[in-house]
């Protein structure tokens, strides 16, 4: 069984930063480092995107085009955390973003945290 917790979303100004952390807690099986882990977002009425991604070994990372440049992608295999560097952010990131771990590739998602709200205002 996994778990995956996100945290440090919270309320702030366009242009300002924030770092999404997302713990994961693995009871038996497979180990944090044999997951691809990412990020997607939902914003208010819209569907769930895939906003990040990085590999197993941390060597590989996707962003979506509209957080190039702007947002960076790690992980910590010895604690079993991924992060998510938000800078120069705009009111159109405003989203729940979401913590997701997958075992093959991203056509399936195993597990998703509960989200954690990012708000950005203008």
């Known amino acids: 069984q996994v778990q995956l917790v996100e945290s440090g979303g919270r309320l702030v100004q366009a242009g300002g930063s924030l770092r999404l952390s997302c713990a994961a807690s693995?009871?038996?099986?497979?180990?944090?480092?044999?997951?691809?882990m990412g990020w997607f977002r939902q914003a208010p009425e819209k569907e769930r995107v895939l906003v990040a991604t990085?590999?197993?070994?941390?060597?590989?990372?996707y962003y979506t085009d509209s957080v190039k440049g702007r947002f960076t992608v790690s992980r910590d295999n010895a604690k079993n955390t991924v992060y998510l560097q938000m800078n120069s952010l705009k009111p159109e990131d405003t989203a729940v973003y979401y913590c997701?771990?997958?075992?093959?590739?991203?056509?399936?998602?195993?597990?998703w945290g509960q989200g954690t709200q990012v708000t950005v205002s203008s």
């Open positions: 997701a771990a997958a075992g093959s590739d991203w056509s399936h998602v195993d597990h």
């Open positions: 693995i009871a038996s099986g497979r180990t944090f480092s044999s997951y691809r």
């Open positions: 990085i590999s197993w070994r941390g060597t590989t990372t």
